[in-house]
Nanobody, 114 residues
């Protein structure tokens, strides 16, 4: 079993920055692809960013240039640095890890509001 624990969610003003972290633990025996998704009420969960075991990144078009995914393999942790946040990016953010199947975190709420 794999456990994913996030931290860093909360309230931020439009135009502000926030950094999410997600630490993986459990039955992890290699470096695995990880990612971040988000979901707002009434909408499907969407990919924000992903990073392969080799560090290759992939971003949703809407976040390119503002959001950066990175990882610390020694800590089995993935990060999401979010800058210039917009009101419409208020959502529950989930991290994922792919190891035989896709594991999901419980989600952390990010609220972009004045």
């Amino acid at each position: 079993q794999v456990q994913l624990v996030e931290s860093g969610g909360g309230l931020v003003q439009p135009g502000g920055s926030l950094r999410l972290s997600c630490a993986a633990s459990g039955s992890i025996f290699s470096i695995n692809p990880m990612g971040w998704y988000r979901q707002t009420p009434g909408k499907q969960r969407e990919l924000v960013a992903a990073i392969t075991s080799g560090g290759i990144t992939n971003y949703a078009d809407s976040v390119k240039g503002r959001i950066t995914i990175s990882r610390d393999n020694a800590k089995n942790t993935v990060y999401l640095q979010m800058n210039s946040l917009k009101h419409e990016e208020t959502a529950v953010y989930y991290c994922t890890l792919d190891c035989n199947k896709r594991y999901w975190s419980k989600g952390t709420l990010v609220t972009v509001s004045t």
